[in-house]
């Protein structure tokens, strides 16, 4: 059973840099894509950025692209989002998710963490 906690959310303002951290246990982190998605109140989850298990292929939602970056370190078990020139629309609560499968669609993401809140103020 694949578990995924996720750190490093908060608040922070307009413009600014934050850096999520989801730390995975419990299976083969290195054969399981790993992807950001995130929630907003009253809204769908959306599908924010993607890396494949070797860390070689990467996705991005056409929100975040050119500002937020993924990357894995798998020695440590560990995917990174980290999110440049935040804007106030980035708010929401920040989930990780991890599949054998490479893609976008959250109903193809069997291991989900609780989620992370990043807040941006303007």
């Known amino acids: 059973q694949v578990q995924l906690v996720e750190s490093g959310g908060g608040l922070v303002q307009a413009g600014g840099s934050l850096r999520l951290s989801c730390a995975a246990s419990?299976?083969?982190?290195?054969?399981?894509?790993m992807a950001w998605f995130r929630q907003a109140p009253g809204k769908e989850r959306e599908f924010v950025a993607v890396?494949?298990?070797?860390?070689?292929?990467?996705d991005y939602g056409d929100a975040v692209k050119g500002r937020f970056t993924i990357s894995r370190n798998n020695a440590k078990n560990t995917v990174y989002l980290q999110m440049n020139r935040l804007k106030p629309e980035d708010t929401a609560v920040y989930y990780c998710?991890?599949?054998?499968?490479?893609?976008?669609?959250?109903?193809?993401?069997?291991?989900w963490g609780q989620g992370t809140q990043v807040t941006v103020s303007s």
């Open positions: 998710a991890s599949d054998y499968r490479f893609g976008r669609d959250a109903y193809n993401y069997n291991y």
């Open positions: 419990g299976g083969t982190f290195r054969t399981h894509a």
């Open positions: 890396v494949s298990g070797s860390g070689v292929s990467t």
